[in-house]
């Protein structure tokens, strides 16, 4: 979207859900509560979301907390880089709204209903003349953390088809993980296979702490990354240590490497 940004008090927002149906009845709901409102993203998933982070920078962001390929976490860091708000939409049972509530973040329980939606408009709007900015950071890293899967639901190995036998590789063996058309290339320090399972549903069964998404087609190990650099062309490259080939990252990822 081109034109002016808006006036502080009439902040651009933006909605990140997947299922279709949910995100439009979130954004009349969001339109009647907040009739001001002059601009507002429409993303259909976690990488449209962070492209429009990147391009737009709003400062309140509507995030369902799991997306498929990139999570509404991945998402809510790179809009509280650049000093915006976040309310996550979540269908999560009690506990875990427990730990929506520790984190002092703000949520809306699906379905979300119209007067618990005007009380977090009120309440951003009363947040937005001071921005949480690092504070905001760490207790969106605790709440990953109190959400994370328990260590047994992660995965440990891949098998992997190699000729007529199957490789079984120990995911603290992988360098980075590579979408090829309708199989995901696994490379390790000794070698290489090819899986089917998709890229999105590994994503799922990984340490966060551990494995970066840097691109929609690549997922790399944070302890192999050695530098991030811009090309002749200006496209953002990863170089791993100890290997020669470096991997793309999109735009819309480049604020995880700020400081490094």
Known sequence: MS????????????????????????????????????????????????????AQRPRVA???????????????????????EVVFTTAYDEYAIGAFEAGALDYLLKPVQPARLARTVARLRERLAQPDGPALQERIDALEARLRPRDGRLVRWISASVGDSVRMIGVD??????????????????????????????????????????????????????????????????QLRGHAQTLPVSAAFVHRFRGM
């Open 62 to 84: 509507f995030l369902d907390i799991r997306m498929p390929g990139v999570s509404g976490l991945d998402v809510a860091r790179a809009v509280v880089a650049y000093g915006g």
């Open 173 to 238: 063996d992988v360098l980075f993980f590579q979408a090829r058309d309708k199989y995901v290339r696994v490379v390790s320090g000794d070698g290489e296979a090819m899986i089917r399972t998709p890229l999105k549903e590994l994503l799922a069964g990984l340490d966060p702490e551990v494995f970066w998404q840097v691109h929609r087609g690549v997922v790399v190990r944070v302890a192999a990354i050695d530098r991030v650099h811009r090309d002749e062309l200006g496209k953002w490259r990863l």
């Open 3 to 54: 034109g002016p940004c808006p006036p502080a008090d009439v902040p651009s927002v933006l909605v990140a859900e997947d299922e279709a149906p949910q995100r439009a009845a979130l954004l009349a709901m969001l339109g009647e509560a907040w009739p001001q409102l002059e601009r507002i993203l429409d993303c259909a998933d976690g990488v449209e979301a962070l492209q429009a982070v990147a």
